[in-house]
């Protein structure tokens, strides 16, 4: 069974930081472009960062810029989310997605989801 689980929300303070978990189970991750998407309350979902299968990176949130990062561990078939200086707007639930094509925010392009890990951030 091919799974994704996400890991490491929780509650922040503003300027805080939180590190968010995609897990693969039943395929390597090293194999596909992964995002992350986001959905706040009342909202579309929304895509915020993939990393390509070469270790690239799109960034589809210019609020974020400078703050969140993307990146890979295939020893641990895991791929992160690095959030920094995290401000209210960016409570979400924060989803991580997988394609075996080339990055992408259209929600359809992607194959597998995981469940959704919340995010809040608020003093």
């Known amino acids: 069974q091919l799974q994704l689980v996400e890991s490491g929300g929780g509650l922040a303070q503003p300027g805080g930081s939180l590190r968010l978990s995609c897990a693969g189970s039943?395929?390597?991750?090293?194999?596909?472009?992964i995002g992350w998407f986001r959905q706040a309350p009342g909202k579309g979902r929304e895509g915020v960062l993939c990393?390509?299968?070469?270790?690239?990176?799109?960034n589809y949130v210019d609020s974020v810029k400078g703050r969140f990062t993307i990146s890979r561990d295939g020893a641990k078939n895991t791929v992160y989310l690095q959030m920094n200086s995290l401000e209210p707007d960016d409570t979400a639930v924060y989803y991580c997605?997988?394609?075996?094509?080339?990055?992408?925010?259209?929600?359809?392009?992607?194959?597998?989801w995981g469940q959704g890990t919340q995010v809040t951030v608020s003093s």
């Open positions: 997605a997988a394609t075996g094509g080339v990055c992408s925010q259209f929600l359809t392009h992607y194959d597998y």
């Open positions: 039943g395929f390597t991750l090293d194999y596909y472009s």
């Open positions: 990393i390509g299968t070469a270790g690239g990176f799109i």
